[in-house]
């Protein structure tokens, strides 16, 4: 029973971490950079904040009395997370979506549970070790299906790119931003002594992991402002901010800002509810199961229309997504 509410909460943040990109659907007449800035302020900064706030009220005396190396690992993860945020995008117009969704979700979800997972003591010599790698082993095959339906898909819908100089390029991309995206749940792990303090503070165990999620998102929010802002005076496009009926596309912004945080901020709970295990077996399980809430708003959106094929090879990739979230939940009863 002491399982079940930690998976429940993980599976409530996959339902918002695989919605969050309908948003993304809805930026125009906002230009890329004016819709992206909205969106991560409120994703990493405002919302973070007032949630922390709310169940943390010593939140920066917390922070504070956390030791300044997590602090600086934390935000410096956050940071580096925030290039591969941004070499997605770069890497979607090489290969498309689902490819690109496939190698970012599969690395993401192996390095970011291994790299927390081999940080801790004698880890190869835990129990829980076979349940790990089984569980990740799974699932990048369950990613490798999911992409290659995509391909297919999109081979159908003459969507792909045949520069296969492109596509190369595109795919070396992905593959470095699948590392980076990673090192978002490294930065969690490596906050983890922000979540102690704040639990030494008399914060419950569940809402502690939000106050080293702010840190985390420090770091994260100065990339992607950095980079937005870059681009505003690059391309001149500040006055994107006032185009007139753009009502929408800020409406949509603030909600994938809530969804993408709502999300982490789930995650980070059902992952301390784990314990120290929780990073390593909640991340991929985020990740798989968030990756069929996506295909499944795909579906409804129309993406496989005549892809038969294809969408039968999704369903089989979906389906050891699920086994592979089986395994990593069998493990945490280690």
Known sequence: MELLLPFILLIFASFFQGSFGLGMKYMSPLSWEAWWLVHVTIAMIIF???????????????????????????????????IGGIMFG???????????????????????SLIPFFQGSNSTSDPVFQYVIGGLLISLVGVALTAKAGIDRDKLQN???????????????????????ALLNVGFSNATPIAKTAEEF????RNSSLAAWVVVLWGAFTMNALYC??????????????????????????????????????????AALLGDIGPVIGWP??????????????????????????????????????????????????
């Open 202 to 205: 008399g914060v419950i165990t």
């Open 229 to 270: 802002i870059y681009l505003l005076f690059k391309n001149n496009s500040w006055k994107s901010f006032k185009t007139i009926e753009s009502f929408k596309a800020y409406r949509w912004s603030f909600i994938a800002g809530l969804c993408w945080f709502a999300a982490l901020g789930v995650y980070g709970q059902g």
């Open 159 to 181: 969507l792909t790119n045949s520069n296969n100089s492109n596509i190369t390029k595109g795919i070396t991309i992905a593959i470095v931003c699948g590392v980076l995206s």
């Open 48 to 82: 973070p904040f007032i949630w922390a706030i709310i169940v943390i009220p010593d939140l920066f005396q917390i922070i504070s009395s956390s030791p300044i190396e997590s602090i600086q690992m934390a935000m410096l993860y956050g940071f580096l997370w925030g």
């Open 285 to 334: 399980m985020l990740l798989g199961l968030s990756l069929i809430i996506s295909n499944f708003w795909a579906y409804r959106a129309g993406e496989w229309k005549n892809a038969k094929k294809p969408f039968n090879l999704l369903l089989l990739g979906l389906v050891v997504l699920i086994a592979s979230a089986v395994v990593l939940g069998l493990g945490s009863t280690v």
């Open 90 to 112: 770069v890497s979607v117009p090489y290969i498309g979506l689902s490819l690109t969704m496939g190698i970012v979700m599969g690395l993401a979800g192996s390095v970011g």
